[in-house]
């Protein structure tokens, strides 16, 4: 039976489809960068890409390979692509197919990290990007677009804004644009939402969060959903013969697989930012159990979340499945399993109070981190956007009273006790 075939929990837990008697139960961790042939015609087509298999760790390596199939399976592409990094995910899923004197639009809700690659790095090589608010009208985001734009970027669930992206009008913009839909889904993870099924085009994680799910590994992923054409005149890197790679078409040879045979060739070939055999091995046991916890997290984020709305120390909440959310009717779109764990919250009296309650609190730790089984909390505006001017801070839904609740899969009670100590110490 075809793993495409089961449901999404059963995905996860298994690997279906081609075995052999007596093999490992557990794919293991392959630790060569190199592989044996016998034949040099064999280790030639590889190099040609006429035939599969592995013949150096920075280009492929089974137990990498075993994490990027899954996802492909999990996220309904045709292909995927893991890389050492979240980071390292968004720059080649843009490097792949934009260079110097191109265009991004980008929703202004992403991840800092994000609009620091997108607003200083990649333009200092000179790919411009337009940063655009989600909850600007139709017309506003399309003005942004020029001729040279080459990518609509998003997040499923911003970070940390939290607030849900409009599929239905974001994937219609770039539709009409004809420029490809990325979306970052790694608050989301695949468990919650498949933004392929919703109009994005390639999706990609940070597998550091929840695919990991306690902290261990860094990691990425770019999924590819076969669905876009390359064939429109705007992407000759993709459809035109590479002199890099003995004039190879990876439109022409490769189809709807194009964009991610192209990352691995060229991308991953050139910039080397591999994930190693030990973390996808960390992955591939993370995704077993990404169900499970992604329903605890989202459950006693949405208790921490009632609770926290009704206090009387509480300026305001982010949490998308609260009926009170901007962005509740389009968590119950695209969301209906859950909302992820994640929750930003104001505290009344500014930062000294917002720093009072982190102070307060017993066992929750103030960690640079999300997707942890562990219960944490950060106060974004001084660590993670502190890079961010002021206005780019508040653009980004970053302001000085809020703090970003990580939820864990702990006992409710015992989170919503230390929760209660860090308000009583406002
Ligand atoms: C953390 C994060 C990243 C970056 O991932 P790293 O694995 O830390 O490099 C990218 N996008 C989002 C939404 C994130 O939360």
Known sequence: MDNKDFKIETQLVQSLGKFTEGEPRVYPIVQSTTYNYTSPEVLADLFDLKAEGHMYSRISNPTVEVFENKMAVLEKGVGALAVGSGQSANTIAVLNICKAGDHIVCLSTVYGGTVNLFGSTLRNLGIETTFVSPEASEEEIKN????NTKI???ETLGNPE?????????????KEKDVPFIVDNTLATPYLCNPIEYGANIVTHSATKYIDGQATALGGVIIDGGNYNWDNGKFSC????????????????FGKSAYIVKARATMLRDFGTVLSPFNAFIFNRGLETLHIRM????????????????????AWINYPKLESHYSHSLAEKYLKKGCSGIILVGIKGGKENAMKFIR??????SVIHLGDSRTCVLHPASTTHRQLTEEEQIKAGVLPEA??????IENIEDILNDIKRGIENI
């Open 152 to 154: 609509l970027f998003g």
């Open 360 to 365: 307060g609190l017993s066992w929750i730790k």
């Open 295 to 314: 329903e605890r997290h989202s459950e006693n984020a949405f208790k921490v979340a009632e609770f926290l709305e009704n206090n009387s120390k509480i």
């Open 403 to 408: 703090i970003r609740i990580n939820v864990g």
């Open 144 to 147: 942004c677009f020029k001729e």
């Open 238 to 253: 993709l459809v035109d013969p590479d002199p890099s790679y003995h004039n190879l078409s990876y439109y022409k040879t």
């Open 162 to 174: 939290i607030n849900v992206l409009d599929f239905e009008k974001i994937a219609k913009i770039a």
